[in-house]
């Protein structure tokens, strides 16, 4: 059996001595595509249906359920998440927004329903065009907490 190393190993942080604040954060995230098949998703006319649609209510499911998918994230209630899906030149911008009063931030939630609805982006359109790139998904803005309010410049 090898020797344990408490200061090493993984562990949740413990919030239990942090103040409940209001707490706020928005990620972005890309899909990049061809316009032609940008035009399939913002039309509607994917095989698989509407796309922007099933990855906002993806996104949102998703930012519900972070701590089960990240091994040291705390479940927290959230009060609101928002996900919006846009197109532009490159393909179709994701970005969300989610809030809670709780110890912990959301930072994560907010990343992980960018993340899921980028995947669930990439599955509606993959039969249509091979060549989908996920890209530039990343924390934008978070305010609340003890270390206090941040944007992105």
């Not at 698989?48 to 998703?62: P, Q, S, T």
């Not at 931030?105 to 996920?134: N, Q, R």
Request: charged share 30%; hydrophobic share 40%; with cysteine.
């Amino acid at each position: 059996m090898s020797e344990m190393h408490p200061e090493t190993e993984a562990r949740m942080v413990d919030v239990t001595e942090k103040e409940t604040t209001k707490r706020e954060a928005e990620a972005t995230g890309l899909v990049r595509m061809r316009r032609a098949t940008r035009d399939l998703v913002v039309n509607r006319e994917l095989p698989k249906g509407d796309a922007l649609e099933v990855a906002r209510i993806a996104g949102i499911m998703a930012a519900k359920r972070t701590s089960e998918l990240v091994p040291l994230c705390h479940p927290i209630g959230l009060g609101a998440v928002e996900v919006e899906l846009s197109s532009n030149e490159y393909g179709i911008a994701i970005r969300s927004r989610v809030v809670t009063t709780d110890r912990t931030g959301v930072e994560m939630e907010a990343l992980t329903a960018v993340s899921v609805a980028a995947l669930t982006v990439y599955d509606m359109v993959k039969g249509v065009e091979k060549g989908v790139e996920i890209t530039d998904i990343r924390l934008t803005k978070k305010t609340g907490g003890r270390s206090g309010d941040w944007t992105r410049d």
